[in-house]
């Protein structure tokens, strides 16, 4: 479904109810034959509770209020959904999304009206922008004081359009099922994306019936999933035929569940594989054609692949500025084949010669057979001249970094550590800056799931409640936040909800007592005029604060880590720590830097391998 306002609902076809026989329903599902579903006399509030635990909701990260305060009720009497009770709406709605990246299931966040709704925005906003299924829940001042200017009255609908998949104002009880089940569809289906409920408290205080329906009805709503079998021959001909073919690979092919599917791809079609930042873990890193990540942070390889392919075939990936640089100047010797599930997002940005629209499974497993057939009636391309390039460029201008020269740590070597210590099973959740772009370079990922951060909004503060979530949605895997020091104190009061929770995730907060990626661009851009980025977190005798006293304050266990001797012990006492939360304070070098780059607005060819090294690879074609 296209972003952007929407006055009308979504309207999608009929989905019947699945037999009873069928595995328990997923969240949005309707329910099986044998379960209640008649229509029973309860209250608004009460509605509310028992459409969550039809649509199967197992969790929901949420702040009492007043105007959502009925709902609060019935749902301390529900046996089937357990309530966390974050510390900032902004918390729970990361958390929501946490636990959507790990579980796999649509993730729940409820709120009271007014700023309890708009404290929400920051979180919906981010989920949008990387297609996270969410229902946000909110509560809303009584249907006779809409407009008004009521106490806490804040028209969240509005505010949303522009970020939601959809949204919902409900005033009468009797839609609440219905609504729902509906936003559970929506946020669930085609492009996942959030979807906002708000609910008048005056139709949760009044009485209805329940009634939780057997079918989804919205006509005008079809995500198509089936991709057109012509598009799909011309894709498989053209990769059969390219000599310089690549694999961009987008966030989508995780959400379309098609990691499996790719791999096989890309043994099929021996081209070489770039995940974007939403994708890493799409493709083992330890794959022999995955050149790593593209973009402005990207290895040069995978940079350089882009611009000197024939043939760039995306899936589930947009075309983002922050992967292509200046757009113009993208891969211009390319013949473009774009396969997404949102047909909005095919030739937004870069033209396609082949659109495809579809889902991702379904698009691979239709292309994989016809790629077959092209090879078995003109054989395999040629691709050795490629393939001696690539490895050129691979071996030439590998990931790396050069050592501090103030005697800190290097945080590349903090970062590669937890991820060489804590394994690939684990899960790596980061907020934004340099922390952000170390964690997604020298971390391996190894599988789908394991990467999780905040990439088209960049959201500061992502790690610590999204951490949280992923850890309540798949508890037997360890959680790392890889936290910047800035980012971690806009968060960090979700500690306390960990700590009550028994949520024990590991927090690392690489520590360069400055905002680091601003920091960068000064020093790059603006002649070192460091300018109000400077936090005073560590580097002295002054800690404001004291993120180990911090730590202990929630009731976590605070480690510090100043020398390179110590860095595995202290990882290694961290993951020794499993009853309680801990946080890890690495006093690192604020003058190390994010290399690769490619400076905002300048064409990849413009890549920088390190601070005044450019690899000028040969233009000729």
């Known amino acids: 479904m296209a972003q952007g306002p929407h006055p009308a609902p979504p309207r999608a076809a009929v989905r019947p109810v699945r037999p009873a026989a069928e595995a328990t329903p997923r969240q949005g599902d309707a329910p099986a034959a044998d379960r209640r579903i008649g229509p029973e006399k309860v209250t608004g509030a009460q509605s509310i509770v028992r459409s969550l635990e039809e649509a199967g909701v197992e969790v929901v990260f949420g702040i009492p209020g007043g105007a959502i305060l009925p709902t609060y009720d019935p749902l301390m009497d529900s046996s089937r959904v357990r309530h966390v009770l974050v510390r900032h709406e902004q918390g729970g709605g990361h958390a929501a999304a946490g636990y959507a990246y790990s579980s796999g299931k649509v993730g729940v966040t409820m709120a009271t009206s007014g700023p309890g709704a708009t404290n929400l925005v920051t979180a919906i906003a981010d989920a949008n922008m990387d297609s996270v299924p969410m229902v946000a829940i909110t509560g809303q001042v009584g249907a006779s004081m809409i407009g008004t200017d009521a106490f806490q009255e804040a028209d969240i609908v ?11 104002l409900v005033t009468d009880p009797d839609d609440i099922p219905r609504t729902i089940a509906e936003a559970f569809h929506v946020a669930s ?17 009044a009485q209805t019936t329940f009634s939780w329906p057997q079918e989804i009805n919205l006509p005008g709503y079809h995500p198509v999933t089936k991709p057109h079998a012509k598009q799909i021959r011309e894709a498989a001909r053209l990769l059969a035929t390219s000599r310089r073919p690549v694999l961009y690979v987008g966030g ?10 790719l791999r096989r791809l890309t043994d099929a079609s021996g081209a070489p594989v770039v995940t974007t930042l939403m994708a890493r873990g799409a493709l083992p890193d330890s794959h022999p054609q995955h050149l790593g990540m593209p973009g402005m942070h990207g290895t040069v390889a995978a940079v350089a692949a882009l611009q000197k392919a024939d043939l760039v075939v995306a899936l589930g990936a947009r075309f983002d500025d922050r992967v292509t640089g200046l757009l113009a100047s993208f891969a211009p010797g390319a013949t473009v084949v774009h396969a997404d599930i949102d047909p909005a997002e095919i030739g937004k940005n870069k033209r396609a010669d082949v659109p495809i629209v579809g889902d991702l499974r379904e698009v691979i497993a239709d292309l994989l057979p016809e790629l077959e057939r092209e090879h078995g009636q003109h054989g395999r391309p040629d691709l050795e001249a490629w393939w001696k390039q690539l490895d050129d460029w691979r071996e030439t201008f590998p990931l790396g970094y050069d050592e501090p020269t103030d005697g800190l740590l290097a945080p590349q070597h903090v970062i590669t550590r ?28 190894e599988r789908p799931g394991s990467w999780v951060n905040s990439g088209g909004l960049g959201t500061m503060g992502f790690a610590v409640p999204a951490a949280m979530g992923a850890k309540v949605g798949d508890p037997s895997r360890t959680v790392w936040a890889i936290d910047g020091d800035g980012c971690f104190q806009m968060t960090n009061q979700e500690l306390a909800t960990c700590t009550i929770n028994e949520i024990p995730i590991k927090v690392a907060v690489v520590n360069n007592s400055s905002l680091g990626m601003v920091r960068q661009w000064q020093t790059l851009f603006y002649e070192s005029r460091y300018s109000n980025t400077d936090l005073h977190t560590g580097h002295g005798t002054a800690r404001v604060p004291d993120f180990v006293k911090l730590a202990d304050a929630y009731g976590a266990v605070g480690l510090r880590c100043e020398t390179k001797a110590d860095v595995d012990a202290t990882i290694k006492r961290a993951m020794e720590i499993d009853d309680r939360p801990v946080v890890v304070d690495f006093t690192v070098s604020r003058d190390s830097m994010v290399w690769p780059m490619v400076a905002a607005g300048v064409s990849n060819d413009a890549i920088q391998y390190a601070r005044g090294i450019s690899p000028a690879w040969d233009r000729e074609d």
């Open 418 to 445: 937890i991820g060489e210590i804590s394994g690939p099973e684990s899960i790596f959740v980061s907020g934004v800056g340099q922390h952000q772009m170390w964690a997604a370079q020298f971390i391996r990922y």
């Open 158 to 168: 509005g505010i949303t359009l522009p970020v939601t998949k959809h949204n919902y």
């Open 189 to 205: 289906s085609g492009r996942p994306g959030p979807v906002l409920v708000d609910i008048a408290k005056s139709a949760m205080q």
């Open 252 to 261: 989508g092919v995780i959400r379309a569940g098609a990691s499996d599917l």
